[in-house]
Nanobody
């Protein structure tokens, strides 16, 4: 089992910045690709960003490309999502997820999920 705990959510002003963290515990963090997803009220969960294990590569949703940066610190078992110039449409509950044998955009393929952290962007 891998336990994931997100933090860093809250109220942020449009045009500002936010940084979400996801701390992993339990089984080793190594070998897992990590992803960030989000779900707004009345909408399906959607992919935001993912980072692979090893020499990391990254994937971003078009909606956040150029504004978001996903990174990981394997020594701290933590993955981060930095988002600059957030918009009102970025308001959602943000979830991190871990996948052992997958690196991509499909939430169904991720093995473990955190409980989520609310991000509200005000204009």
């Amino acid at each position: 089992q891998v336990q994931l705990v997100e933090s860093g959510g809250g109220l942020v002003q449009a045009g500002g910045s936010l940084r979400l963290s996801c701390a992993a515990s339990g089984r080793t963090f190594s070998g897992y690709a990590m992803g960030w997803f989000r779900q707004a009220p009345g909408k399906e969960r959607e992919f935001v960003a993912a980072i692979s294990w090893g020499v990391p590569s990254t994937i971003y949703a078009d909606s956040v490309k150029g504004r978001a940066t996903i990174s990981r610190d394997n020594a701290k078992n933590t993955v981060y999502l930095q988002m600059n110039s957030p918009k009102r449409e970025d308001t959602a509950v943000y979830y991190c997820a871990a996948a052992k044998a997958y690196y991509g955009v499909s939430p169904a393929a991720y093995d473990y999920w955190g409980q989520g952290t609310q991000v509200t962007v005000s204009s």
